[in-house]
């Protein structure tokens, strides 16, 4: 059994995050996010080391950012009779950088906001 390589915890975020790859309006459909990277399902194939920037948004819209990940793996899911689709993990790029740091978080800060009723 090989170790877990995930350094950050992922949010469940189906039906919460959007994304799309940004000069290609090809969206992605994202399952889980994490400060280190998100993976998504996709009818492409992304090739090893591949990267992108894609538009990230909350579904109600109310955050959107541009990040750039670099693909760190592709594997094709469904039967062999199947269309083809395929799983993806994504590795966000420059995360040292203070403005990149900031975007992950406001998403972050979007998807883990709990609203308090007194």
Request: charged share 25%; hydrophobic share 40%.
């Given at each position: 059994?090989s170790?877990?390589?995930r350094?950050?915890?992922?949010?469940?975020?189906?039906h919460?995050?959007r994304?799309?790859?940004?000069?290609?309006?090809?969206?992605?459909?994202?399952?889980?996010?994490?400060?280190?990277?998100?993976?998504?399902?996709?009818?492409?194939?992304?090739?090893?080391?591949?990267?992108?920037d894609?538009?990230?948004?909350?579904?109600?819209?109310?955050?959107?950012?541009?990040?750039?990940a670099?693909?760190?793996y592709?594997h094709?899911?469904?039967?062999?009779?199947?269309?083809?689709?395929?799983?993806?993990?994504?590795?966000?790029?420059?995360?040292?950088?203070?403005?990149v740091e900031?975007?992950v978080?406001r998403?972050?800060?979007?998807?883990?906001?709990?609203?308090?009723?007194?």
């Amino acid at each position: 059994m090989s170790a877990d390589r995930r350094q950050m915890p992922r949010i469940d975020v189906v039906h919460r995050l959007r994304a799309e790859i940004a000069p290609l309006g090809l969206e992605v459909r994202v399952v889980d996010f994490s400060y280190g990277g998100f993976r998504a399902e996709c009818a492409a194939a992304f090739g090893p080391d591949s990267t992108y920037d894609f538009r990230v948004w909350t579904a109600d819209g109310s955050c959107s950012e541009t990040l750039r990940a670099k693909a760190v793996y592709c594997h094709r899911i469904g039967g062999p009779n199947e269309t083809p689709s395929y799983v993806s993990g994504f590795a966000f790029l420059d995360l040292r950088q203070p403005d990149v740091e900031r975007r992950v978080h406001r998403i972050l800060d979007k998807l883990t906001s709990v609203l308090q009723v007194a």
